[in-house]
Structure formats: C-alpha cells, structure tokens
C-alpha cells in the first residue's frame, strides 16, 4: 500500500515506522524538508522525504498526523490531491484544562471531510500516547491493544483496518463518521483521568461479559 503522511512529529514517526517495516511504500511529507529527510532516514525500509503535497498525491492513504486547528488548514490547501484518497486523522482536540476543544460544534475528522470533500475521513489511532504506538507489539496482559475505527466508506475503513493490524493491534468498528467526536470525547476523558487524576482509565468499564450486568444467579456476590 502507498502511505504519504502529512507530518513530522511523533505521531508521524510511530504509525509510519509500523507500516514501513509491514512492507508499505511510505512518504514523509514536511514543510521542512530536512525534518522530513531526518524522519524518513529513521524509519528507514525505503520511506522517502517530500512536500506535504507530493505525499499526499502520493499515498493511497494519507495520515494526517497534524495538531487540531492547523491540521484542517493543511487539508484544505491540499483537498484537490487528497480527492478519492483514504484520509486518516489520529488528532486529539484536547486544550488546557484537558477541555474537548471542538465542544458544541463538528469533530476535529468532521473539519477534516468539510477541508477535503472528496476524500474518504477515517478516525483511528488516537487514544493513546505516541509512547505506546511505538511499541512493538502494543500488547498488554497477552492481549492486543484493541483500535476503534470510524468511518463512512467500506473501502476506506478496509484499508485503515490492515494498517491497525499492521501496528500490532486489533481493529474494531467504531461506527460511521458521526461518531468519531465521541472518539474525541474518550480521549479528552482518558487523558483527564490519566495524566490530571494518576487514575486507571481502563478501571471504570466492566469486562465485557458484565456489560449487560452480572446477570441474575451472581447480582448478590
């Protein structure tokens, strides 16, 4: 698969690392082309440096791995390249105070879709820190960090599906576009609780053969 990513930073680095060891043909877009340059001699296994533009005429999927507010800017001076494309977005729009920055209006992936009609938007890769995408495998107690996927396009969510796994990770659906504000909201609640609390954020669900309740014959144990 061709992957042009939109971004030198963290996020950049971890998830394209995975898919350039996977096999996939990546290119590490920059507005400073030595950053891009550095970044794609890190990862290695053939990623080449470009323009934000070239990767993203380039990839069949094209990370955003660009913060909220500017990210949207970027995708709209590049919507012409990324018609047709699979868009991914990981951003988290988490202010100070931990406040969820898009609260009352459309989600950080919906600014993205308003940017960029003609690509396809998916939600993923946004729940944790960078730390724990470069983890390889992301694996905790022998299980694999699990990745909600949300999106509009079967194609689209097909191939973002191959890439979480390509992480090491288990993909699971997420729901359509529509909710990847909820997404968003998650990770403004985790990032509260983890880094404002010191609490386990994984602590306040159930396992999931206690979603619906412990079931009547152990509701008094």
Do not use: Y
């Not at 990546?26 to 070239?54: M, Q, S």
């Not at 288990?170 to 609390?197: H, K, M, Q, S, Y």
């Amino acid at each position: 698969m061709r992957i042009g990513v939109l971004g030198t930073g963290n996020m950049a680095d971890a998830l394209a690392t995975h898919w350039a060891r996977a096999g996939h043909e990546v290119t590490i877009g920059g507005r400073d082309a030595h950053k891009a340059e550095r970044l794609a001699r890190r990862i290695g296994h053939d990623a080449k440096p470009a323009t934000l533009r070239t990767a993203a005429e380039s990839g069949q999927v094209v990370l955003a791995a660009l913060p909220f507010g500017p990210g949207a800017e970027v995708v709209r001076e590049l919507r012409a390249a990324l018609d047709g494309k699979v868009l991914l977005d990981c951003s988290n729009p988490v202010g100070p105070g931990f406040r969820l920055l898009t609260e009352g209006g459309p989600s950080a992936a919906r600014q993205l879709a308003t940017a960029a009609p003609g690509a396809h938007v998916v939600k993923a890769f946004n729940l944790c820190h960078e730390d724990v995408w470069r983890m390889r495998p992301p694996v905790f107690d022998g299980r694999p960090l699990a990745v909600p996927v949300c999106g509009d396009d079967q194609a689209a969510l097909a191939r973002v599906r191959e890439l979480v796994r390509d992480a090491g990770c288990d993909p699971i659906a997420g729901g359509g576009l529509e909710r990847a504000g909820l997404l968003e909201a998650t990770a403004a609640l985790f990032i509260a609780l983890w880094v404002g609390e010191g609490a386990d954020a994984q602590a306040i669900a159930p396992p999931l053969a206690f979603a619906a309740g412990p079931g009547p014959d152990r509701a008094e144990e």
